[in-house]
């Protein structure tokens, strides 16, 4: 197992992200949808990382602490930059709904999310987790946040259809039992929708860094509570120091990162948009998969990855 290998991954997705995100007199600007875009492309790669990495260590632990360790550091990391920022916090009520977003999705769906990889492959889980585009666009359209256009039908369909070509070859060797896991991530994908969905509004009147900050802290309480309860960090002590590096990159780039730039997306662009993006993820835990845990790809895995690239310039554009 390469774990150490698979987190290189990250390195040229973020200095892409960076060097597209600059504005010069010799960059081309972008207008704040493609902004939103390219965070949501970018958390999504993380997050698909993340998947293996969740994979890789799900067995060690159980699915309750490993959501603390990933989402008590996001939150470590990310409260002093807000208070150093200065940035504007939550008032009156929607603090309450913030916490109650935060807890649907950092708690409810983070334990949902790693139950899944306790049954599951990793690219299995994001398989099904790439259907969030589709859900989000029903929620959004449902609660009357935005209109379902024929263009973002066509490129979520397009990218969904890049996502099972690039996966088909592996599913045959799926363990025993993983169509639970199927299931449970469904229901951490619908956990993911709503958030998507009701979360647009709170980050406008706040800011997106406290919006994520306050929201993650409140899951990350409970998380504890419940950890502790069932004496989950007795395992960690069992750890290797392989295991301990895929803990840091959840909690350091996986939370920490991945969230600030899918809140920042979501500040940016549509749910739907932002929802598409995560077609990217399965590719992403593939290639984790292959290097930290052995499964294979092959030529599939590139024709599938310019088809969901396609599907998200169809639905973006």
């Keep these: 197992?390469?774990?150490?290998?698979?987190?290189?991954?990250?390195?040229?997705?973020?200095?892409?992200?960076?060097?597209?995100?600059?504005?010069?007199?010799?960059?081309?600007?972008?207008?704040?949808?493609?902004?939103?875009?390219?965070?949501?492309?970018?958390?999504?790669?993380?997050?698909?990382?993340?998947?293996?990495?969740t994979r890789f260590v799900i067995h060690a632990t159980d699915p309750v602490t490993l959501g603390v360790f990933r989402f008590g550091t996001g939150f470590l990391i990310l409260l002093p930059l807000a208070l150093m920022m200065?940035?504007?916090?939550?008032?009156?009520?929607?603090?309450?709904?913030?916490?109650?977003?935060?807890?649907?999705?950092?708690?409810?769906?983070?334990?949902?999310?790693?139950?899944?990889?306790?049954?599951?492959?990793?690219a299995r889980g994001a398989l099904t987790l790439s259907t969030m585009p589709l859900t989000t666009m029903l929620v959004g359209a449902a609660l009357?946040?935005?209109?379902?256009?024929?263009?973002?039908?066509?490129?979520?369909?397009?990218?969904?259809?890049?996502?099972?070509?690039?996966?088909?070859?592996?599913?045959a060797d799926a363990p025993a039992g993983a169509w639970r896991g199927e299931l449970v991530m469904l229901a951490a994908t619908l956990c993911m929708s709503l958030y998507n969905v009701r979360s647009r509004p709170f980050i406008a009147r706040s800011d997106p860094l406290t919006f994520l900050t306050a929201g993650m802290g409140a899951a990350a309480l409970c998380l504890l509570v419940w950890a502790l309860a069932i004496g989950g960090f007795a395992a960690a002590g069992h750890f290797d120091p392989s295991q301990w590096l895929a803990v840091a990159y959840l909690g350091v780039i996986g939370s920490a990162?991945?969230?600030?730039?899918?809140?920042?997306?979501?500040?940016?662009?549509?749910?739907?948009?932002?929802?598409?993006?995560?077609?990217?993820?399965?590719?992403?835990?593939?290639?984790?998969?292959?290097?930290?845990?052995g499964e294979g790809i092959g030529l599939n895995l590139i024709v599938g990855l310019a088809a969901v690239v396609a599907g998200i310039w169809i639905a973006t554009t």
Excluded at 3 to 26: D, K
Excluded at 91 to 104: F, M, P
Excluded at 264 to 290: D, H, M, Q
């Design 86 to 122: 200065k940035s504007r916090w939550p008032r009156g009520r929607d603090w309450i709904a913030v916490a109650l977003l935060g807890i649907l999705f950092f708690f409810a769906f983070s334990v949902l999310f790693n139950l899944a990889y306790s049954y599951t492959t990793a």
């Design 257 to 293: 990162g991945a969230f600030i730039l899918w809140v920042f997306a979501l500040s940016r662009t549509s749910p739907t948009k932002t929802a598409v993006t995560i077609t990217v993820n399965p590719v992403f835990a593939s290639i984790v998969g292959a290097i930290a845990i």
């Design 1 to 53: 197992m390469n774990w150490p290998a698979a987190t290189g991954l990250f390195r040229p997705l973020a200095e892409a992200f960076v060097i597209a995100s600059r504005t010069g007199p010799q960059s081309i600007p972008m207008t704040r949808d493609q902004a939103g875009v390219l965070a949501a492309i970018a958390s999504s790669a993380i997050g698909g990382i993340a998947g293996g990495a």
């Design 144 to 171: 009357g946040v935005e209109k379902i256009t024929s263009r973002k039908c066509a490129g979520v369909l397009i990218a969904l259809a890049g996502v099972f070509f690039a996966l088909i070859l592996g599913l």
